[in-house]
């Protein structure tokens, strides 16, 4: 079902659009801890640890491609605000051409240095064959991926979150059952679990693609608007390509950490992937309050209706930084009894370890809810290149910390890393948005200026 969010109250479409994103959100990250459970139990602590060593790099690849998609979907929801819908399906045209051209790009790379960047993460001995073969099999399916995150953005972009939302749902139950198919019954190990994801991924893009030509006629390219335009193709790598960058960047210092904290040995490894399990998963309502505003923003960009956009903006980050200190207490209170789910109560300097990573973010959660909502906002609004910054400046800490800090204090600085990343981000672009907001109010007044001029 489409939504046209330039009328109405804007917390009220911001919680409609965000729930059923946040429940595929949980539902995704439901699958993740079931997928890490499944490995962690069943096939040992060491197998947790090859799944877990590639991370960051995964985070990298994959959110340079949500990144991307997520910027071409931008113009396709300033144009359904706008009600421009010829050029909306332009737009959608030209995305999904360049979307299959990444896919390609990006695999192979990928494919190819594979080996070479589990070396760079300095990937013990021990667990390297099965940190190879996971990865490979997940650099495999990119394409899938990228299918998958360019279609619901599309449709989140024109107010449908709810599909989206049960198509993930469907790939998640299946996912949770081909990884108990393929490392309980086939023992397929680290293998398996990889093949499960990828399969599940192509199945939710698939059921997408045949939902939006069978039913939402309005995103489907007419004859005449398939054509691949130098002017619109430009203007969605300027969208796209910087919304993926920023992504990427942000994960470059979780890199740079990871490898710091693969230095520390598989205890530490173990750790960090059932605490870092937990952390995303408690992190899914930042990022669906936060694309509900985007989505909000954009729209009455489109719609030229700024206030609404304040409005929109101020009740999006105090939902974010209400759930941020609830959670938060959680993760202190209960950080080490959560990490129960992924290895054996015996494991106890690695359930010590995870407790205390959790222990030290949760302190700072509240702090999520301003920048995850302020910086999607700003990607929403058009201005991709200046979210990037953010990420630098996220890079910066983790890197700073990693070299500076983690040879002193250790596991204490890993802990440590986060925190400081997303209270430097936060404050760099809550001025970066409030500097755009008076840019966009003097550009939208002189715009009236000269259209009652025209009039007159």
Known sequence: MLKDMTVGSPGRHIISFALPLLAGNIFQQAYNIADAAIVGRALGAEALAAVGASTSVQFLVMGFCIGIAVGFAIPVAQRFGAKDYSQMRRSIYNSMVLTAFFAVIITAVCLVLCHYILKILSTP???YDRAYSYLFVIFAGIPLSLLYNLLSAILRAVGDSRTPFIFLVISTILNIVLDILFIMVFSLDCFGAAVATVIAQGVSGVLCLILIFVKFDILVPKKAERRVTPKEVVMLLMMGVPMGLQYSITAIGSMVLQSANNALGSVYISAFTAASRIKQCAMTPFDAVATAVANFASQNLGAKKLDRIHKGIREGVAIGVGYGAAIGIVLVLFG???????????????????????????????????LNTVRLTVQGLGYSIRAIYSGVVEMIARVVVSFAFVPIFRFGAICAADPSAWVSGAIYISITLFIILRSLRKKLGDDNKEGKAEIG
């Open 336 to 370: 080490r009894t959560l990490s129960g789910i992924f290895v054996d109560s015996g494991e106890t300097a690695i359930l010590d370890a995870a407790g205390q990573y959790l222990g030290t973010i949760g302190c700072f959660y509240w702090v999520l809810g301003i």
């Open 125 to 127: 001995d021990n667990i």
